[in-house]
T-cell receptor, first 118, second 112 residues
Framework: DAGITQSPRHKVTETGTPVTLRCHQT?????MYWYRQDPGHGLRLIHY???????DKGEVSDGYSVSRSKTEDFLLTLESATSSQTSVYFC?????????????????FGPGTRLTVT | QKEVEQNSGPLSVPEGAIASLNCTYS??????FFWYRQYSGKSPELIMF????GDKEDGRFTAQLNKASQYVSLLIRDSQPSDSATYLC????????????FGTGTRLKVLA
C-alpha cells in the first residue's frame, strides 16, 4: 500500500463548512497527489505537490486548496464545502523507477476518503 | 474528445475465457501507460505498465501497446470471478513526467 494513510475515511458535513482531509505517507516520496473520483468522470486531479511547499493545480482545483509543510503530509482543504464536492477523494504518491532504460513514475493510491456534503 | 477513452462496459466474460480491455489516447507524445484494477469501494491498484510497442506479459495479464494507432489493451487469460472489477487505463505524458491522465474505466464481470 506504499505506506499511505488517509484521514478521515468517512465524513459527512454541511454545506458551507470548511473541511480538511489529510494524507500521510511514511516512505519519503517527493510527489503527492489529490484526486476525486465520481461516476462517469473517473479520477480527476485536484492538486499535486512536487516537494515541501511546492504545489500546483490540477484540472479540477476550484474550491480546493492544499498545503504541504513536511514531506510526509499533504492536506486538502475545502474552504466552504458544497454539495458538488461530494465525492471519494484519493491521495496518491508516485515513485520513480527505471525499466529497460526508461524512466517511469509509478503511482500508488491511499485507501480513500468518502465525503458527503449535505 | 477525451484524452483517454475506455468503454465503460460492463464487459461480461465466462470463467476461464480471455477478457480483452481496450483504451485509446489522444496525445501522441504519451510515453508510458498503466493499468489499474479497482474493486468496488476500494482504491485503484497498479497491475501493469508498458512503454514500448508490443506485448508485455505478467502472469495471466498481457498489456499490448500500439503507439501508431494510439491504443493500449489489457488481456486477462483464464479469467476468474475474482477478476471482476473496474479496470482503469492511465497515461503518463512524457519521460520523467509525473502527471497522469486516467480513463473512466471498464467494468469487467467474470461469470462463474
Amino acid at each position: 500500500d506504499a505506506g499511505i494513510t488517509q484521514s478521515p475515511r468517512h465524513k459527512v458535513t454541511e454545506t458551507g463548512t470548511p473541511v480538511t482531509l489529510r494524507c500521510h505517507q511514511t516512505e519519503n516520496h517527493r510527489y503527492m497527489y489529490w484526486y476525486r473520483q465520481d461516476p462517469g468522470h473517473g479520477l480527476r486531479l485536484i492538486h499535486y505537490s512536487y516537494g515541501v511547499k511546492d504545489t500546483d493545480k490540477g484540472e479540477v482545483s476550484d474550491g480546493y486548496s492544499v498545503s504541504r509543510s513536511k514531506t510526509e503530509d499533504f492536506l486538502l482543504t475545502l474552504e466552504s464545502a458544497t454539495s458538488s464536492q461530494t465525492s471519494v477523494y484519493f491521495c496518491a504518491i508516485s515513485e520513480l523507477r527505471t525499466s529497460g532504460g526508461a524512466l517511469l513514475y509509478e503511482q500508488y493510491f491511499g485507501p480513500g476518503t468518502r465525503l458527503t456534503v449535505t | 474528445q477525451k484524452e483517454v477513452e475506455q468503454n465503460s462496459g460492463p464487459l461480461s466474460v465466462p470463467e476461464g475465457a480471455i477478457a480483452s480491455l481496450n483504451c485509446t489516447y489522444s496525445d501522441r507524445g504519451s510515453q508510458s501507460f498503466f493499468w489499474y484494477r479497482q474493486y468496488s469501494g476500494k482504491s485503484p491498484e497498479l497491475i501493469m505498465f508498458i512503454y514500448s510497442n508490443g506485448d508485455k506479459e505478467d502472469g495471466r495479464f498481457t498489456a499490448q501497446l500500439n503507439k501508431a494507432s494510439q491504443y493500449v489493451s489489457l488481456l486477462i487469460r483464464d479469467s476468474q470471478p475474482s477478476d471482476s472489477a473496474t479496470y482503469l487505463c492511465a497515461v503518463n505524458k512524457g519521460s520523467g513526467t509525473y502527471k497522469y491522465i486516467f480513463g473512466t474505466g471498464t467494468r469487467l464481470k467474470v461469470l462463474a
